[in-house]
């Protein structure tokens, strides 16, 4: 059972903007910065959002951050099929003194 | 642009030891911590441990003691020890470099912590 709880799926149409989200509580979410990864089939994770919501070099500005609370949410707009990925929310946790995840989302692009 | 590239022992015995190691290459070695971050076949992302150039570790209190960290700083490699594996610990393996740093948020300090680099991954099997 993951700390940061994610919905297991999510989906939408080619040029749709979905909204993945992210829930904790104060001890992680609330209190400290949310990233956001994005994993294609077989291979690692790929930073997709740090720190709230900011974007490495090299992520598209379809991709966003934000969070209110001990909530995060993730959006893409203008989906696209490549979109078609697992999207793992993660932050630091003042009880583990750690890092942790959510479960992550799968997302169909129908 | 760092990469990172890891290998080990794929297939283990239950009660034996995984022995990972990771190389940085192309990037600084200092200023970052390295992890090792283990992702169970259901998809869950565990973090296990992070250590940093100076060689101090922090743990995931579930697997602290089992885990050993450490750092080669002549050669820009990490490794990864698990001892008395079962089961349980059949997962994909990453060593990735994380960012860890203080961010002020509406006028509050915040940790950010995130892992910008990862090794490609190993499929480590326990079975008997």
């Known amino acids: 059972q993951s700390v940061l709880t994610q919905p297991p799926s999510a989906s939408g149409t080619p040029g749709q903007r979905v909204t993945l989200s992210c829930s904790g509580d104060?001890?992680?979410?609330?209190?400290?910065?949310v990233n956001w990864y994005q994993q294609l089939p077989g291979t690692a994770p790929k930073l997709l959002i740090y720190a709230n919501n900011q974007r490495p070099s090299g992520v598209p500005d379809r991709f966003s951050g934000s969070k209110s609370g001990t909530s995060a949410s993730l959006a893409i707009s203008g989906l696209q099929s490549e979109d078609e990925a697992d999207y793992f929310c993660s932050t630091w946790d003042d009880r583990l003194n750690g890092p942790v995840f959510g479960g992550g989302t799968t997302l169909a692009v129908l | 642009q760092v990469q990172l590239q890891q290998w080990g022992a794929g297939l283990l015995k239950p009660s034996e030891t995984l022995s990972l190691t990771c190389a940085v290459y192309?990037?600084?070695?200092?200023?970052?911590?390295w992890s090792w971050i283990r992702q169970t076949p259901g998809k869950g992302l565990e973090w296990i441990g992070k250590?940093?150039?100076?060689?101090?570790?922090n743990y995931n209190p579930s697997l602290k003691s089992r885990v050993t960290i450490s750092v080669d700083t002549s050669k820009n490699k990490f490794s990864l020890k698990l001892s008395s594996v079962t089961a349980a610990d059949t997962a994909v393996y990453y060593c990735?470099?994380?960012?860890?740093?203080?961010?002020?948020?509406?006028?509050?300090?915040?940790?950010?912590?995130?892992?910008?680099?990862w090794g490609q991954g190993t499929l480590v099997t326990v079975s008997s």
């Open positions: 250590i940093n150039l100076g060689g101090s570790t």
């Open positions: 192309g990037g600084s070695f200092s200023g970052y911590h």
């Open positions: 990735a470099r994380a960012e860890d740093i203080v961010v002020v948020e509406d006028a509050t300090q915040q940790r950010g912590n995130w892992f910008d680099s």
């Open positions: 104060t001890s992680n979410v609330g209190g400290n910065t």
